[in-house]
C-alpha cells in the first residue's frame, strides 16, 4: 500500500456480518463449527493472506489458540490493519454503531464506525455533491470501517480516498511587524508562499458494502513530498500554544507542513440509471 502505510508481520481480520461468522474444523461450509466471531470483531489471521485454501481464496485460516486454527469464510470478513485492541479508540469493538459518524445522502447513508466527527460543521457545510466533516480531537481516519447502505437498488457502490496536503510560509512571531496591533494573519498569509495538492485517488477495498480506510505514516507521506518537489530539510521550531514547526524549505522560505483533509469519493451506480458521485471532506485534527 502507499502513502507510508504502517508494515506489520501479523495480519488481522474484521467481521462484517451483522449475525457474525461461523469458525469451521475444515474449510468447508459443511465442516464442524468450532467456534464464532461477533459482528465488528477482530481476529489474527494464521496464513498468509491469498493463500489458496482447499483449491480456492474463499477460505482464511484463523488462529483460535497458540495450538489450535480454524477456518472463515473470506465472504464475512474485511482485512484490518491494526488488532482489536489497537481498533477500539475507546469504542467496544472497531465497528460500535453508537460511536459512530453518519452521514445521510438522499440516495445512501454512510457509516464511519468507531468515529467522531463535529455536528455543527456537518450541519453547515452541505455544498452541491459534497460534505464537509471536522474532525474530533482524539479520533483519526486510520483503520476505520465504512459501510454504505443504499435507499434505493442498486448494481454496486465503490469508494475512493485521497488526502490533501499543505505546506505554508512559517509564522514568526518574534517580528515586530507582526506583533504589531494591526497585524493581519489573512493580509499576511495572502503574501506568503504556499502550496496545496493532493495525490490521486486510490479505491478502498470493499467486502459487500464495507471499506476499510488505509493507515498513514504521516512522517513517511511529508519524506515523499519532499522527495517529489526536492525540498530541503530544515527545522525551525517557533511553537508557543500551538505547533508551528518548520520542517522544509519551499521558494526560500522555511515552511510548516500538514496533512489538511482526507476525501472520500463515493460512486453509486443505481439499477437502470446513470452513475451518481458524492464526496466528504474530512478536516483532521490534529490534538487540541
Known sequence: MMWGLLLRAQTYYTVIAKNGVVVRQN???????????????TFEVHTVPGSSIAGNNNWIEVKLSPKSTG??????????????????????T?????HSAKVMFKKFDLFIYCYAVFKNCYDDLIRKDSVYLCEETFYETSNKILEITPKIAIDSVSVFYTKVESIDEQVDYRKPAVQAKNWSYETWYKNTVH??????????EKRNNFF?????????VEKLRKKKMALR?????????TDNIATMVYKGKPCTYLIESVILKIILYPKNSAPETRHIKIILSYGC
Do not use: H
Open 27 to 41: 474449510p468447508d461450509s459443511r465442516s464442524k463449527q468450532i467456534a464464532s466471531f461477533s459482528f465488528g470483531q
Open 71 to 92: 477456518y472463515v469464510s473470506t465472504q464475512y470478513v474485511l482485512r484490518s490493519y491494526l488488532s482489536e485492541e489497537e481498533s477500539r479508540q475507546g469504542c467496544l
Open 94 to 98: 472497531s465497528m460500535d454503531k453508537e
Open 195 to 204: 502550496w496545496k495538492g493532493m495525490e490521486e485517488y486510490v479505491r478502498l
Open 212 to 220: 476499510r480506510l488505509p493507515i498513514v505514516q504521516y512522517q513517511n
Open 233 to 241: 530539510d530544515t527545522l525551525v521550531n517557533l511553537s508557543g500554544e
